[in-house]
């Protein structure tokens, strides 16, 4: 496979001047054309060698550090060659050209740990953790995504996978002796397998979630009735005029996505329809849909009108029951004479005069906070898609179980198929080509 690859090259380090700037080579002719561009100097591998860089007349480009990796021991799996010069763009832009003159092609982005990936040195739950901690905002996030890295969300979801198939086999053997009861074919050690196996995965699901959050920021959702300011604030808090503002109620009615930065945490806010009972039938999907965000939601900012705090709280008390930590906001503080008798009932802000917004801030971090300790320990980071896979393979688990206990093996065994190849999708044992493009064209280039 390693044979049919050409050699790629860009730079690895990030755009700007720096000390150090790294253009790196990877594959089979890596070495050959760094020889090239190293004034012929020949590289052997991992000694640092300090070299000039030339170009095709022989004419000085830089100098610096020549390492050359050798196939398999190297980040791709391939023949890797690092040229370290000065870190200045022009210098690494004429080295790139230099290195494609001679005959590799520039590459993709996420395409050096795509090799990785080929060559069977990282896992698609690893190769992603790269991307992961390469963009982490925080110490806490590196440290998740770095033991992502180190295999610890793969051993997990692998170990279970692993069981699945055990199971996986019991279970078609037993469909060859369908005339014997199951319990007479070890039917109740299978069964208690496909237990531990389905609390192995919703811990493993439960850590993946915190992972989803310290890698994608928390999930807020923006509800409340018509025209009590959601708009309003949401632009207040992002600072924008993406939202459109009116005075007619339930203008709204489409989802509107904003993401924010707070003290380097990621909220995602999606204000929705006014939730309320409507014969429009626009507005009543604008609901549907926004009942579904506040599924998915980790924070919803319920918004009252403060000069009628009562008016629709109990119908959205009801809509956010499953939300972990609804925040009740009374907006247009300024409307009212002393907006504190409301207070026990929400906190007081306006949208107009920013009245209450830096003790909102303030919530919205100590929030954060809870959840990035909650997220610490011994987690890693995961990824939407990864949540995605462990809630499928969990659905299928369960569907094997209620099978199993109508000693329906042929149901079983197709739920516990399912299951498996969900969890396979995790570490890309069972990956589409079209989700590896996916993933890896969200790399940066020289990743
Ligand atoms: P939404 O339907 O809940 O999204 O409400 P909008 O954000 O569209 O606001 C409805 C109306 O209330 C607009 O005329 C806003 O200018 C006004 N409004 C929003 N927030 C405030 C506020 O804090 N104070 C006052 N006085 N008016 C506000
Ligand atoms: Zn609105």
Redesign the pocket.
Known sequence: MTDARDTIVAIATAPGAGGVGIVRLSGPRARAIAREVCAGKPLRPRLARHVRFVDADGATIDDGIALHFRAPASYTGEDVVELQAHGSRAVLQLLVQRCQALGARGARPGEFSERAFLSGKLDLAQAEAVADLIAAGDATAARAARRALDGEFSRRSDAIAAELLALRVHVEAAIDFADEPLDTLGGGPLRRRLDAAIDALDALLADAERGRKLRDGLHAV?V?????????????LAGSDR?????I????RDLLRETIRIDGVELTLV?TA?LRESGDVIEREGMRRARAELASADLALV?LD?RAPDAGRAELQAAVAGVPTPLWLL?????VEDAAPAAAAGLP?????G?GLDQLHERLRALWQGQAADAAGGAFTARGRHVDALRRAATELLAARQALATESLDLAAEALRAGHDALGEITGRVAPDDLLGHIFSSFCIGK
């Open positions: 923006i409340g009735p018509p025209n009590v300011g959601k708009s309003s604030l949401l632009n207040a939202a459109i503002v009116t005075d109620a339930g203008t709204t204000d006014g918004v403060a907006n247009k503080s300024d409307l802000v306006s949208a107009r005069t009245a």
